[in-house]
């Protein structure tokens, strides 16, 4: 191996290291990695910054900001309250409404947005049917997940991979491509979740703390549940140290953390972390001055939200959503390319367009979309390409293909398929999935090259992947989210989620190479 390979090596485990280990945000950990390839001149400054300019990372962008246009509508609140029986209702048969559905939402929706809706309506819901809604939110959560697998919009992942497939010179994914194994997947999951959720999941039903039954009876106050996201100022400061009610406006009652509830007198000496629940006591001020603040990835008060637009640009945002999906199904297909060779109709175009329209329109606040978009997320896709570029440059992806071909010879590519599976939803459950994307593509870009077949079953086989994340509640935001809200352990992931993602292993090394062959 080459200078450039062990040092290339050296700096990933590194970032690899940080980023299991949560020392920042894991946009600024990989844009410190490219900055050091740069400095070590592995890559050159176009080469750096060439993910900034990629197509997928801008649609991601775009999507955030249409996602915050049909949220706004309300019609994802009256959709869900049609869906929840009013009366005689059992988990199962809640299950078997709500799963399908909130899955074919989430391949089209960006997936926090809709369990952001979802899961206090839900808590809500089934607090008033007596039902533990321990049993419906990690459903909740692995429904928008397996959702997202079903489009080339579904998950932010997707794109980043059919950005890389695009940049090594191979035809990117259509919208629907992913769908083939993508529908497979999330039908045997949806099964999955039915037949063992409520042997595998906890049966807690929350009751109301003194202090949150004295905080009702305080007029002009009410109860207040928050999830902390990365970027409240306080994340890893101790509880003493940061005064909550100066800085809000609101007191703080509970922490609820790990299937755990903290009261005053305990969580002191306690530090606050992301995906925290806190629980509030506050005025209707703290809703509308933090409601849509970044530092939160939830807020709730326990009541229906109102709708935040008329019923004319409810319909036209749904409308604007069907235009993009279907135009760019439509801009796909051969016809359309012969008709309009200098014209390329894809996602990209369309999201461009819709994205504008909302905001002329004032679908979603465009004096503030800037709130609205998870710029960690762009800075670590942008990053991502970056660092891909360099495993490829230094040559480390291909010296860690032929090793790995060199041990399977006498297998074939199967089941070099399956440890590119495992280890990327490896990377993905401990830090996140475009960073487990961006480490794993390159690899086994060379790995399909060493062995001379087609790279594109490694490629899908990556989108399932890093998409996988069930077993862990920090592989996936709406994991995170939904494990504050409804007090889970860690080990209830662990329980129900690890064999969902054997299943997903099973199924993708057995379809892709039918669907796709090498």
Not at 228 to 251: E, S
Not at 411 to 429: K, R, S
Not at 434 to 459: E, Q, R, Y
């Amino acid at each position: 191996m080459t200078f450039q390979t062990i040092f290339v090596v050296i700096i990933l485990a590194f970032l690899i290291l940080a980023l299991i280990k949560d020392r920042m945000r894991p946009g600024l950990i990989l844009l410190s990695g490219a900055v050091v390839f740069l400095c070590a001149g592995i890559l050159s400054p176009s080469e750096m910054v060439e993910g900034f300019a990629n197509k997928g990372m801008i649609t991601v962008a775009m999507l955030f900001l249409v996602s915050e246009g049909v949220r706004r509508s309300g019609l994802l609140e009256k959709l869900l309250l049609k869906l929840l029986p009013k009366k005689d209702a059992g988990i199962r048969k809640v299950q078997l409404r709500m799963i399908p559905v909130i899955a074919f939402i989430s391949a089209f929706l960006n997936n926090t947005p809709v369990v952001v809706i979802f899961a206090p309506m839900i808590k809500r819901w089934a607090e008033r049917m007596r039902l533990p809604a321990t049993k419906l939110l990690i459903p909740l959560s692995y429904a928008t997940i397996l959702g997202g697998m079903c489009t080339l919009i579904g998950t932010s992942t997707n794109l980043v991979v059919h950005g890389m497939v695009i940049e090594s010179g191979f035809e990117g994914f259509s919208m629907f491509e992913l769908g083939k194994i993508g529908f497979i997947i999330a039908l045997a999951g949806g099964v999955y979740i039915l037949m063992v959720s409520q042997y595998f999941l906890p049966d807690r039903r929350e009751e109301p703390s003194d202090a949150a039954v004295d905080a009702e009876k305080q007029q002009g106050l009410q109860r207040v549940e928050v999830v902390l996201g990365a970027r409240f100022p306080a994340i890893n400061r101790r509880v003493r140290d940061f005064d909550f009610k100066q800085k809000y406006g609101a007191l703080l009652l509970e922490i609820k953390r790990d299937g755990k509830t903290l009261i005053v007198h305990d969580m002191r000496k306690e530090h606050f972390r992301e995906g925290d629940t806190l629980v509030l006591l506050a005025d209707d001020a703290f809703m509308q001055n933090w409601g849509d603040s970044s530092f939160f990835l939830m807020v709730s008060n326990g009541k229906e939200p109102e709708p935040q637009m008329s019923v004319r640009k409810r319909w036209f945002a749904v409308i604007l959503l069907m235009v993009m999906v279907g135009g760019a199904t439509i801009g796909e297909l051969p016809f359309m390319r012969e008709a309009m060779p200098d014209m390329k109709f894809d996602m990209f175009f369309f999201v461009c367009v819709v994205t504008v329209m909302m905001a002329w329109f004032n679908i979603f606040p465009a004096r503030k979309y800037t709130k609205f978009i998870s710029w960690d997320i762009l800075i670590t896709i942008a990053s991502a390409f970056a660092i891909s570029r360099a495993m490829q440059n230094s040559g480390m992806a291909d010296a860690v293909a032929g090793f790995a071909v060199g041990l399977s010879n006498d297998y074939g590519p199967l089941v070099l398929l399956a440890v590119v599976f495992v280890i990327t939803n490896l990377f993905t459950e401990l830090m996140t999935n475009n960073a487990a994307a961006a480490l794993a593509f390159p690899i086994s870009l060379s790995i399909a090259d060493h062995l001379g077949v087609s790279p594109m079953p490694f490629f899908v086989t990556i989108c399932m992947a890093a998409s996988s994340s069930f077993s862990t509640p920090i592989g996936y935001q709406t994991n995170l989210i939904v494990q504050g809200v409804g007090n889970y352990r860690f080990s209830d992931f662990v329980k129900v989620g690890l064999p969902l993602n054997i299943i997903c292993l099973i199924l993708s090394v057995i379809f892709i190479p039918m669907i796709w062959p090498f």
